[in-house]
């Protein structure tokens, strides 16, 4: 569950997460956001490989090139697991006045003054959105 309080959001995590440590919860809140960058620039790398495979399919091409530019993607994406975990476990008195009031004991927050925070969830959203934007065009133009 996500509440709004002053200028940040709490996470409230129940389940497997919430048996274990705030650290293993915001570094697999981390991990579930590189599967969302990574997957919408791979797909987008993917509609550009047929695209670039049927306007060429007579020239003889390099296999490298494709396999070099998915590792560049995911290796780019790689540090938001380690800054969604700093992000998400800072230390707030918000969030110790919730759990008092609230009695949750695994809480995560994302600070929206926080300047890491800001510029790491604005990163986040971008890199998901701009290669899913692309991806539509050129799945058109694959089709067409």
Known sequence: RE??????????????????????????????????????????????????SIVASTEKRSEILPLAMASLIILLNTPLVPLYHRACTLDDPIIEKYRASNGIR??????????????????????SLIPFIACLKLRLMTLA
């Open 3 to 52: 509440y709004i309080v002053e200028n940040a959001t709490i996470l409230e995590i129940h389940g497997v997460c919430a048996w274990h440590s705030e650290s293993l919860c915001a570094i697999l809140f981390g991990i579930q956001e590189l599967g969302y960058s990574a997957t919408s620039a791979l797909l987008c790398l993917s509609f550009a490989y047929r695209f670039r």
């Open 106 to 127: 695994t809480l995560l927050i994302l600070q929206y003054r926080d300047t890491l925070t800001l510029c790491l969830v604005n990163y986040s959203m971008i890199s």
